[in-house]
């Protein structure tokens, strides 16, 4: 029977019954952070809690852990997915990180094998890593006989860029061998294929072209172009691929849009919306610097008028390596004595930049070069991309909403990954279930710091930055001997 005294013991024994069951252990909470999520519109203060590299709770009410990062005035938002870079070394390693990136990947260039991508990391990551299947190395062994697994690095045989599989034509028999090749490599865990036609802009037919669009309708993986490049952002190369991705169906990706369309940026992106209208599944990116960066090799400086086609000369391109300004005569001694260092050339304009940062689903890359040792110079992209789209584009210029900005340094990349592989579907958002990498960095100061000749520096307001749940950079600085970065491998 229910009386008084039954009442009191309730009252006494209910607050230590429900702290029982409210306090829950996690591996790390983050705490009193603004925590912000492009997918679902969430931007308020909450506590996440992480177990397992997962987040598993995302709360009003303060959480218990194993290890507690106060974020109060900080932003907890999803880790940074670098769609295009080019250094997947242990300095480039520590700036993206330190600029927030939490997966890198090269889908432009790609590798082949892809399992050849991340060789440096073989210790061990910081980070999340993944490649493209490479066209151009596929090319080189149907045509060549060579492995140039990656076109950066220490390959097998040396990597030229006028050997036979860069400026010759391949025979019906080649290309068949050649997209024999490109499945394998899908099979091997590529995230799609990688093609840098403007590379081999003489070289490839319509009918190998459209070998590789084919491969990608059928096996319903993202293709990424560097685009045959015109005077001036003509428009041919791209109104190219834009043809093929609606015949074949193919997931088609324009790498660096505003590098390549120039002035005509707002055109060849209404020609994207026209054709993603008629059915087409087409994407894109932007830069945050200006410069374009590449082989003082490339095809486009060998056999064409590049001065022309960029509006610019000698004395508007910079030797990457030391950072000095060119003159003809340098330009020649460098293209001599060495045809695989690499040069940014000076065009881009800040409208064209803001232009393609409008449009609704654009995304955001690095395209880094490799960077190996502090003594030889890169370009600024490796240490300031995102850091600069923050400090910049959000805050000072306010272009962007932050929530926009944060969508275009994650959510659209894994969006768009998730066509490539299943374990995008937890990349790019903080929701529980998510993965648990994620950057923590000040609104108010974040910014970056590289700029060309000094691209090392790296940003400021971004102290803390998680992957799989584990802390990997602390108030600024990386910490050593953390490796829960993973190989991302394609499923399709």
């Known amino acids: 029977m229910f009386n008084i005294r039954t009442f009191q013991i309730l009252l006494l024994v209910m607050p230590t019954f429900n702290m029982h069951v409210n306090a829950q252990n996690y591996d790390m909470v983050i705490a009193n952070g603004r925590v912000v999520d492009p997918e679902t519109g969430l931007d308020g203060i909450r506590h996440l809690g992480i177990n397992a590299g997962t987040i598993k709770s995302i709360s009003t009410k303060p959480l218990m852990g194993a290890k507690t990062v106060n974020a109060k005035g900080l932003v907890v938002a999803p880790g940074f997915i670098d769609i295009h870079s080019h250094?997947?070394?242990?300095?480039?390693?520590?700036?993206?990180?330190?600029?927030?990136?939490?997966?890198?990947?090269?889908?432009?260039?790609?590798?082949?094998?892809?399992?050849?991508?991340?060789q440096d990391y073989r210790g061990g990551a910081h980070l999340n890593y993944g490649a493209s299947v490479a066209h151009y190395a596929v090319r080189s062994k149907v045509m060549e006989g060579l492995n140039i697994e990656y076109i950066f690095g220490n390959t097998t045989d040396t990597f030229q860029m006028d050997g036979k599989s860069w400026t010759t034509k391949a025979t019906k028999d080649q290309i068949e061998a050649m997209r024999v090749m490109i499945n394998q490599g899908i099979d091997g865990g590529g995230l799609g294929i990688g093609v840098l036609l403007d590379y081999?802009?003489?070289?490839?037919?319509?009918?190998?072209?459209?070998?590789?669009?084919?491969v990608a309708g059928e096996r319903q993986v993202p293709i990424h172009v560097h685009l045959r490049r015109g005077y001036t952002g003509d428009p041919a190369g791209l109104i190219d691929v834009i043809n093929l991705a609606k015949e074949?169906?193919?997931?088609?990706?324009?790498?660096?849009?505003?590098?390549?369309?120039?002035?005509?940026?707002?055109?060849?992106?209404?020609?994207?919306?026209?054709?993603?209208?008629?059915?087409?599944n087409i994407a894109t990116e932007t830069l945050s610097y200006a410069a374009g960066g590449t082989s003082i090799s490339a095809d486009v400086f060998r056999h064409r008028d590049w001065q022309g086609m960029f509006d610019i000369t000698y004395e508007d391109v910079q030797w990457i390596a030391t950072g000095e300004w060119l003159t003809k005569e340098t330009w020649d001694k460098y293209a001599r004595e060495q045809p695989r260092g690499s040069v940014n050339h000076h065009y881009v304009?800040?409208?064209?930049?803001?232009?393609?940062?409008?449009?609704?689903?654009?995304?955001?890359?690095?395209?880094?070069?490799?960077?190996?040792?502090?003594?030889?110079?890169?370009?600024?992209?490796?240490?300031?991309?995102?850091?600069?789209?923050?400090?910049?584009?959000?805050?000072?210029?306010?272009?962007?909403?932050?929530?926009d900005g944060l969508a275009r340094m994650s959510l659209y990349q894994a969006q768009w990954l998730s066509q490539a592989s299943d374990d995008f579907d937890k990349k790019g958002r903080i929701q529980q279930g998510a993965d648990a990498d994620i950057v923590i960095f000040d609104p108010i100061t974040v910014k970056a710091n590289a700029v060309y000749g000094d691209p090392y520096q790296p940003p400021t307001g971004i102290p803390h930055v998680i992957v799989g749940g584990q802390l990997v950079v602390s108030n600024g600085e990386l910490i050593e001997g953390v490796y829960p970065g993973q190989r991302i491998l394609g499923d399709r």
């Open 87 to 118: 250094t997947p070394t242990k300095l480039g390693q520590r700036m993206n990180l330190l600029d927030g990136v939490t997966t890198q990947l090269d889908m432009e260039a790609g590798a082949f094998p892809v399992s050849f991508f991340g």
């Open 200 to 214: 081999l802009t003489s070289a490839v037919s319509a009918d190998e072209l459209r070998m590789l669009f084919e």
């Open 248 to 280: 074949t169906n193919a997931p088609l990706f324009v790498v660096h849009i505003t590098h390549n369309a120039m002035g005509r940026v707002g055109e060849w992106l209404q020609m994207i919306d026209a054709a993603n209208q008629e059915g087409a």
């Open 349 to 403: 304009k800040e409208d064209w930049m803001k232009t393609a940062l409008q449009w609704p689903r654009m995304m955001v890359a690095t395209d880094a070069l490799p960077a190996v040792d502090l003594s030889v110079k890169t370009n600024p992209n490796i240490a300031g991309t995102f850091s600069r789209v923050l400090g910049h584009y959000v805050r000072d210029t306010k272009l962007l909403t932050l929530s």
